[in-house]
Structure formats: structure tokens, C-alpha cells
């Protein structure tokens, strides 16, 4: 059995937890802790490959989309945890071999003390007809979420759908033919089918 220990200087220990899932890709392993300090480690030499601060807490499972033999990149976004202030989150995508970020893009967040907000759920990686596009959901208030399809070449806004109050449930998504429909729930029980093409509620 190895044993991977790491910490950032000046990182406080209380904040070396991981709360997202590790993800794979060949001989790497993808993980993230609630200081936003993001890791590629080489499991078979157990060794940091690089890292990168994602400037908060990350609660979203790493999305990895694979394009080919020599290029692949993560998808995750980070949560109002930490900073105790402000009104603003931010979703990244990162080559996952060289740990360069492509694009980190800033959407609406506002901090409170009730609940933790922010990107919360797990993204969703298209494919097929929604190969350009992938989605996440964010809270953005202790009551109220989005979600939200964004180009994967930029990161810019495609659509966005506003939900009926705070969420921390992953979307999924369903291919049948030329249609693709995004499943996504919220706190209050509500569960929606939505045009993953469009962001209308179906």
C-alpha cells in the first residue's frame, strides 16, 4: 500500500480535505481539495506531475474530456467557501497534462453564511450532437441555482436555465436520435427535463 500525503506552504491543515472524487486518466489521478489546490499524480511513482490553486473550496467532481492520445482536458469550478465574501465563482478547463488553464470564467455567486454556493454538482461532458458543449449547475444563492451550457472552445455562455431553488444535484444528460435532454434536479424536489441543445424546459 502507498501513502500519497501532501500540503501546500501555507496551506491550513484544516483545509487539506477532499470532498470531490478523484478522477483517472491513464497513470494520472486528478484530485482537489477544499483550499482549491489541484493535483495531476503520477500513481505509479506517487509523485505530484503538477498543481495548480483554483482560488477556493472544490466540491464538483473533475469532468475529464478526452480528445486524443496527446490532448485531454478537466472541467471543474469552485465554490464561495473560504473567502467569506463575495459575489462571484469560477468554472475552469485545464489541460490535463501540462495543468495549463485554457479559460476560468467568472459567473454570479453570492456568499452566505446558511449554505455553501457555487458550483456544487458534477459538470456534464458532451458528445455526439453536444460535442462542443459542457454543463454545469451552480447555486448561486442559499435558495436559488442555474444551470448552464457553455461553448467548450471559450467557455462562453450558450444558454442558461434557472432553477426554482438551491442545488447540489449533478445533471445528467440522455442521447436518443438527433435529440439530447439534460435531467437536472433542485432542492425542493423538483426535477426538470430540459433541451441540453437549448435550455428550454421540456
Known amino acids: 500500500i502507498d501513502k500519497f500525503i501532501s500540503i501546500k506552504r501555507g496551506q491550513p491543515k484544516k483545509l487539506v480535505g477532499k470532498e470531490s472524487s478523484v478522477s483517472m486518466l491513464g497513470k494520472y489521478a486528478y484530485m482537489v481539495d477544499s483550499y482549491g489546490l489541484l493535483q495531476c499524480v ?46 462571484e465563482i469560477q468554472i475552469f478547463k485545464i489541460n490535463a497534462y501540462t495543468g495549463e488553464t485554457i479559460w476560468s470564467r467568472s459567473f454570479n455567486a453570492n456568499y452566505s453564511k446558511k449554505k455553501i454556493v457555487g458550483a456544487l454538482a458534477s459538470p456534464v461532458v458532451g458528445n455526439g450532437i453536444l460535442e462542443d458543449i459542457v454543463i454545469f449547475t451552480i447555486s448561486d444563492s442559499d435558495s436559488s441555482s442555474y444551470t448552464i451550457a457553455l461553448k467548450k472552445d471559450n467557455g462562453e455562455e450558450i444558454w442558461k436555465k434557472r432553477l426554482e431553488d438551491y442545488s447540489v444535484s449533478s445533471p445528467i444528460v440522455i442521447y436518443e436520435d438527433a435529440n439530447a435532454f439534460e435531467i437536472q434536479g ?6 426538470y427535463m430540459i433541451d441540453a441543445k437549448t435550455g428550454e424546459e421540456l
Open 42 to 87: 503520477d500513481v505509479n511513482t506517487m509523485s505530484v506531475v503538477w498543481a495548480t490553486e483554483l482560488g477556493d473550496n472544490v466540491d464538483t467532481t473533475i469532468a475529464i474530456d478526452v480528445i486524443d492520445e496527446n490532448n485531454a482536458y478537466l472541467y471543474l469550478g469552485n465554490t464561495l467557501q473560504n473567502r467569506n465574501k463575495g459575489n
Open 186 to 191: 433542485d432542492s425542493s424536489g423538483n426535477l
